[in-house]
């Protein structure tokens, strides 16, 4: 995953979101709900970076569901996420 947002980062989408992509069926074949939590996270972020909203909805619901699951709670999980998208752009500025 560290792989697929520097990817991104640096513009590479195709490469990204393969990255991403295998991260999440790894995830799920695993069972590992925090890879795959992060891997819908990461696909968000690439499709909303993408224009593409409506994944990027998908994606995000799918991952707050997980996370929700692991840190206990809706709210729990949404501030958690909220600071994972702030260290996200934080990583984007030169």
Do not use: N
Not at 2 to 29: P, V
Not at 52 to 72: C, M, N
């Amino acid at each position: 995953m560290f792989i697929g947002r520097e990817l991104t980062r640096r513009g590479d989408f195709r490469r990204a979101e393969a990255s991403f992509r295998e991260a999440l069926s790894i995830g799920r074949e695993i069972g590992d709900r925090w890879l795959t939590g992060c891997a819908l996270g990461d696909s968000a972020a690439l499709a909303e970076k993408q224009g593409d909203g409506a994944s990027a909805q998908t994606f995000r619901e799918e991952s707050k569901a997980i996370f929700s699951e692991l840190w206990g709670g809706v709210e729990r999980a949404q501030a958690m996420l909220r600071s994972w998208d702030s260290l996200r752009t934080a990583e984007d500025l030169p």
